[in-house]
Nanobody, 126 residues
Framework: QVALVESGGGLVQAGDSVRLSCAAS????????VGWFRQTPGKEREFVVS????????NYADSVKGRFTIARDNAKNTVSLQMNSLKPEDTAVYYC???????????????????WGQGTQVTVSS
């Protein structure tokens, strides 16, 4: 049974950078698109970015475009999210998720992902 674990969250100041990692155990990420999503209390989980299984194709939410960068290392079974120029509105629990079907493209829809990590908190103070 594959499990995803996020790491790298924490408390930072506006303008700082944070790098999140998503690691898989008990299974592979290498043939699957991966998405990052985030959620704040009382709000629905929202799409942040996705990356194709090959790493060639990425898709960013407008709110993070130009500030966040997703990358993957299939040899290490990991996906990272580099977050720069952080804003207080980026404060959320960040989740990585594996696409339901191998080699399918990344999408912004939660229902297209069937394996989720437990989340990591990122708090950006002003």
């Amino acid at each position: 049974q594959v499990a995803l674990v996020e790491s790298g969250g924490g408390l930072v100041q506006a303008g700082d950078s944070v790098r999140l990692s998503c690691a898989a155990s008990g299974g592979t990420l290498s043939r699957y698109a991966v998405g990052w999503f985030r959620q704040t209390p009382g709000k629905e989980r929202e799409f942040v970015v996705s990356i194709s299984w090959s790493g060639v194709s990425t898709n960013y939410a407008d709110s993070v475009k130009g500030r966040f960068t997703i990358a993957r290392d299939n040899a290490k079974n990991t996906v990272s999210l580099q977050m720069n120029s952080l804003k207080p509105e980026d404060t959320a629990v960040y989740y990585c998720a594996r696409r339901r079907w191998p080699q399918a493209t990344g999408t912004p829809r939660l229902e297209d992902y069937d394996v989720w990590g437990q989340g990591t908190q990122v708090t950006v103070s002003s």
